[in-house]
């Protein structure tokens, strides 16, 4: 089984709605992060979080909230989905001892 | 903050040849990984090296931290090589954050 998954995979959802992209991983890592990919582009940082209790804006938060519900599960949200947010988004973890980050395969958003 | 540069930008190779692909940073880092993107958009760890040589079968990459690059060599390149390569950094400062290059577009031909 993969270290790291998302759910879900694939999702087209419409302008206004809220969606919530799930993360779980099995690697017993404290650090999660959420990714998103543009076409054509490298992957920015969200949100990260180094533990249960500790949550950090990355350099693209805006339009997004995050929920750590365990160690092994690290959730994205968008409150209210528009366009520009299509894009494919990845979950990472670590281990801090020795900075390497595992991803997850990523889900694919589409905002119509 | 740190910049990363990878070159070439799109590289196209007949199946069988050999490849290096090449990542600049610009600043001291403690850790430097890169990733192979699949067409399917799934990322692949290929190295975790901040530093030194390794060798996972056809691949192989080299970090020379004090002078601020690494390289990922290719051999035998197979159809299946074919995506996107990216390469990734966090700064001593910025331990969480992976910054990354833009990637090298590689299409191996049959």
């Known amino acids: 089984d993969a270290d790291v998954t998302q759910t879900p995979r694939n999702r087209i959802t419409k302008t206004g709605k809220r969606i919530m992209l799930e993360c779980s991983q099995t690697k017993g890592h404290d650090r999660m992060y959420w990714y998103r990919q543009d076409p054509g582009l490298g992957l920015r940082l969200i949100y990260y979080?180094?533990?249960?209790?500790?949550?950090n804006k990355g350099e693209i938060s805006d339009g997004y909230s995050v929920s750590r519900q365990a160690q092994a599960k690290f959730s994205l949200s968008l409150e209210s989905a528009i366009p520009n947010q299509t894009a494919l988004y990845f979950c990472?973890?670590?281990?801090?001892?020795?900075?390497?980050?595992?991803f997850g395969p990523g889900t694919r958003l589409t905002v119509t | 903050g740190i910049q990363v540069e990878q070159s070439p930008p799109d590289l196209i190779l007949q199946e069988g040849a050999n490849s290096t692909l090449r990542c600049n940073f610009s600043d001291s880092v403690n850790n430097l990984q890169w990733f192979h993107q699949n067409p399917w958009g799934q990322l692949i760890n290929l190295f975790y090296i901040p530093s030194g040589t390794k060798q996972n079968g056809r691949l192989s990459a080299t970090t020379v931290a004090t002078e601020r690059y690494s390289l990922l060599y290719i051999s035998s390149s197979q159809t299946t090589d074919s995506g996107v390569y990216f390469c990734?950094?966090?700064?001593?400062?910025?331990?969480?954050?992976?910054?990354f290059g833009s990637g090298t577009r590689l299409l191996v031909r049959p």
């Open positions: 990472a973890t670590s281990d801090p001892a020795s900075y390497e980050q595992y």
């Open positions: 990734a950094v966090t700064s001593m400062d910025s331990s969480y954050k992976l910054i």
């Open positions: 979080s180094f533990d249960v209790k500790d949550i």
